[in-house]
């Protein structure tokens, strides 16, 4: 059992409770099985309701780009479902039995050493540098509940891959990933926004990793407010109809409006600082974004534990068409949001750099023995 | 009254009349609260961007005007004079924490947690020199920092106990007829007050009053407790002011990016000569 669950679930899980009622009306009393009038939950002052601690960890497992072998197959056949369901259930496993332990670089070396073999050779992406790296105790671990019928997060275009990019976001992303593989990092450039605790962007924050999947929505008349756990960014979204921003005014989350239509939020983000961040995992998979990128977002709740959540990626300096992805988020029983104080606790940032100038080092040590 | 058919315009009747009657009073016998906003189930309604006035960020005890650390800001790294916040004038320090205090000064630029862009704590994150946003809906209250991104939610559910130790707290709130009341607890201790060094430890205990003054004046009083660090419990008291102008919004200061060449710059590759 997740030990942050297994601490929390009883607070929770009646604060829960109080919140289902409150968001129920007054007026008319609502069997806990109509679980439609939970979906249409509507706020005291008449917005559709769909505030609560929500968490994309049952997409946990759903490639982003859809293998190519399922072509414009977007849902799994019972078979495959079945096949997924024993992921699920062996994440579930890989977390209780120590998780990413067995899969830190670290771990890894060290058994090897025991074993007498060569340490294996550094890992990329995950579990590679960075963040990403470390050792991740068991019970940081997130994993998806029940398994996900998609084939792929992203949904449109219809073979669920990322359309083309132009030549100039191609170049932006050879030399990202040229600054990122560097061997011995010069600089914290070399690292992504992510691993310098700076942010992962707006869908970054969303798209399911390791941990920290979990994202708070609060609403008044007016705003609707989006917290994030990890790294701990937070939107303030207008609902009022009031413009964008000036042009003049860019940030890494953007500026965010929203309106109702029916009973979906509807949020259209711009003003972005280009060639930073890519839409992707953890706001560095993928090519930087420019500073023209508008994305679009849509939250419906469909049910009392669940908002379908779509995100729709307009940038024609970076794609050649726009995509769109689209993933269930939910409530689950005790999950619930903790101070993720990253850039405070950013060890890892000076070790790191530290080791690369030992590195350098002893490269001159030993190209002025070789003279 | 015979005009009144329906019973929502005998309501407007009634109020209409009560507002004509009550506008006879003279002015300085009315004793009513002032007009502030609220939500539908009648609790003053704190959401705004907010900020402090003042120099409460630099210390929160009354202080002169002094040079700043670098001669080359001039005016600007000066450190405008300030009547202190603490009610009663001083903190209660214990001897030892005291020097403690003394030291965190002699050292700011290299452990003001500000400096770093690590996160404020409370109370401080209510009196830096940068707005944040109340989000108030009908369950929990947000507070959205615009200073590190940094936000925090004020249960007001059933009172949950802090699971871990964290930079702000784990915040339980309550409604005293106007004034949000939110009980502040299970605080790592590494947080200052300002950047004059006042500090605490992991004892750390924050109660903190918010209460409307008018539409657009906020009293904030926090009651700030710890034994391992004062001889008793202290007060401060500072007024937030709402943001009126057109459009105000919380905007990003995302500031790692600002203090990594303090914090890692010896550490990034020199170019070789």
């Known amino acids: ?371 | 009254m015979q005009l009144c058919i329906k019973s929502s315009n005998c309501m407007f009747l009634a109020a209409t009349c009560a507002a004509v009657l009550f506008s006879m009073i003279p002015a300085a016998a009315q004793t009513a609260a002032p007009r502030i906003p609220r939500m539908a189930d009648g609790k003053p309604n704190l959401t705004g961007l907010w900020q402090a006035m003042g120099t409460a960020d630099f210390d929160l005890e009354d202080h002169s005007a002094a040079a700043g650390p670098f001669y080359q800001l001039g005016a600007i790294g000066a450190i405008p004079p300030g009547q202190g916040v603490v009610e009663g004038g001083e903190i209660p320090y214990k001897p030892a924490a005291l020097e403690q205090k003394k030291k965190n000064f002699a050292n700011r630029l290299k452990e003001d947690p500000e400096i770093k862009c690590y996160m404020p704590g409370v109370p401080r994150a209510a009196y830096l020199p940068y707005p944040f946003q109340i989000i108030q809906s009908n369950k929990d209250i947000l507070f959205a920092y615009e200073y590190a991104t940094t936000n925090r939610l004020i249960n007001m559910g059933k009172r949950q106990e802090a699971a871990t130790d964290t930079w702000m707290g784990t915040s339980n709130g309550h409604w005293e007829k106007d004034t949000l009341v939110v009980d502040v607890t299970g605080f790592n201790g590494n947080a200052w007050f300002d950047r004059a060094g006042d500090f605490a430890s992991d004892s750390l205990h924050v109660v903190e009053r918010y209460s409307l003054l008018d539409a657009n004046t906020m009293n904030y009083e926090a009651t700030i407790e710890d034994p391992a660090t004062f001889t008793q419990p202290w007060k401060i008291n500072v007024i937030l002011y709402r943001h009126r102008e057109k459009d105000a919004r919380l905007l990003e200061f995302k500031c790692v990016e600002f203090t990594e060449q303090l914090l890692y710059g010896d550490l990034v590759r020199k170019p070789s000569k």
């Not at chain 1, 039995?97 to 990329?124: F, I, M, R, W």
């Not at chain 1, 005014?249 to 500026?255: F, P, T, W």
């Not at chain 1, 534990?305 to 995509?323: F, G, H, L, R, S």
Request: proline share 7%; with cysteine.
């Open chain 1, 1 to 371: 059992m997740n030990q942050r669950i297994f601490l929390i679930s009883g607070a929770l899980a009646a604060t829960m409770t109080v919140a289902t009622l409150a968001g129920q009306t007054a007026s008319a009393p609502v069997s806990k099985a109509d679980s439609k009038a939970s979906a249409n939950a509507k706020t005291p002052w008449g917005d559709p309701d769909i505030q609560g601690t929500w968490t994309s960890d049952d997409t946990w497992g759903v490639p982003f780009e859809r293998p190519k072998n399922f072509g414009t197959r977007a849902t799994l056949t019972e078979d495959e479902l079945k096949a997924r369901q024993k992921t699920v259930s062996n994440s579930e496993e890989f977390v209780e039995t120590g998780g990413a332990n067995a899969h830190s670089p670290a771990v890894a070396a060290l058994e090897a050493k025991e074993k007498g073999e060569a340490p294996p050779a550094a890992p990329q992406g995950r579990f590679g540098r960075g963040v990403d790296s470390a050792p991740v105790p068991g019970h940081w671990g997130e994993f998806a509940r029940r398994p996900s019928h998609q084939t792929s997060q992203i949904v449109d275009p219809p073979d669920g891959r990322l359309p083309a990019l132009t030549p100039e976001a191609q170049a932006k992303l050879d030399a990202k990933n040229k600054l990122r593989r560097e061997a011995i990092p010069a600089s914290y450039t070399n690292w992504s926004y992510y691993d310098r605790c700076i942010t992962r962007g707006v869908a970054g924050s969303i798209l399911p990793v390791i941990y920290g999947n979990g994202l708070e929505i609060v609403q008044t008349p007016g705003y609707v407010a989006i917290r994030y756990e990890m790294v701990h960014d937070v939107r303030i979204i207008p609902t009022d109809g009031r413009p964008h921003l000036s042009s003049n005014i860019r940030s890494y989350m953007g500026d965010a409006v929203g309106h109702w239509e029916g009973k979906t939020l509807v949020v259209e983000t711009t003003n972005f600082l280009g060639d930073r961040m890519a839409v992707g995992v953890n706001g560095d998979g993928g090519a930087p974004y420019s500073e023209d990128l508008k994305l679009t977002e849509r939250f419906t709740r469909v049910s009392p534990n669940t908002v379908n959540y779509e995100m729709i990626v307009d940038d024609p300096k970076t794609y050649t068409a726009t995509w769109k992805v689209a993933f269930p988020i939910t409530q689950e029983p005790g999950y619930q949001l903790f101070e993720y104080a990253c850039h405070e606790g950013n060890m890892a940032m000076h070790n790191m750099l530290s080791a690369a100038r030992m590195e350098d080092k002893k490269a001159a040590a030993g190209s002025a023995a070789g003279k």
